[in-house]
């Protein structure tokens, strides 16, 4: 696929996903870990949830310095455009204390979740800043798996203190969101152009990482 194939893909993916999080938002079920601290943040400054989450991705690129991380085209759309769907999606959906439509928004944002991880991801512009200090960490020697348990618990211990929602949507998520992305990821994701070197010889582009 094109570059601007690739770049299409990439900005529908983040564009869904900040629908996705807005639909968990509404269902006031239980967010994901980093969204429960973004909703808490939100209700301690009075700031969007859409703008916090903006502002915290450029506080966690900072973090990428000292890592040695760079980031990638991907990067930076995923600071801005993730937030900004996040906070127009708000801005049109009722919110409801029916459990029904409750229900629906929770199924409907994690399943929209798991596609625009799947999409962006698979797009390979670039990580978005959360999962760069995961692998940024990785890189220094810890675990993935216990970079991204150490990062989620802390975040979600704080959003919970800060007033963030905790529930039975956040078990929900942790519980789904591994196998969809496991099975949405290679769905999505876009192979390797092949390049051809001076010599005549074929090889693949370096794989890419992802949010």
């Given at each position: ?205 370096a794989a890419r990482s992802h949010r």
């Amino acid at each position: 696929m094109s570059t601007i194939g690739r770049l299409l893909q990439l900005l529908i993916g983040l564009w869904l996903f900040g629908v996705s999080v807005a639909l968990l938002v509404r269902a006031e079920l239980g967010l994901d870990p980093w969204d429960v601290l973004h909703q808490g943040i939100a209700e301690r400054t009075g700031i969007s949830i859409g703008l916090v989450v903006i502002a915290t991705s450029l506080v966690v690129l900072i973090a990428w310095v000292p890592l040695r991380q760079r980031p990638g085209l991907g990067t930076l759309a995923n600071v801005v455009l993730v937030g900004l769907s996040l906070h127009a999606t708000l801005a049109v959906l009722p919110a409801t204390t029916e459990l029904p439509w409750q229900l629906a928004f929770l199924v409907v944002g994690i399943l929209g979740n798991g596609v625009a991880t799947g999409l962006y991801i698979g797009a390979g512009m670039g990580p978005g800043p959360r999962d760069g200090l995961m692998t940024g960490l990785a890189a220094r020697g810890v675990s993935i798996r216990m970079a991204r348990t150490a990062i989620e618990i802390a975040v979600l211990g704080l959003g919970w203190l800060l007033g963030g929602t905790v529930g039975i949507g956040t078990l929900a998520y942790a519980l789904a969101i591994g196998p969809l992305a496991h099975l949405l990821i290679p769905m999505f994701t876009i192979p390797a152009r092949p390049i051809r070197t001076p010599q005549g010889e074929q090889r693949h582009e370096a794989a890419r990482s992802h949010r």
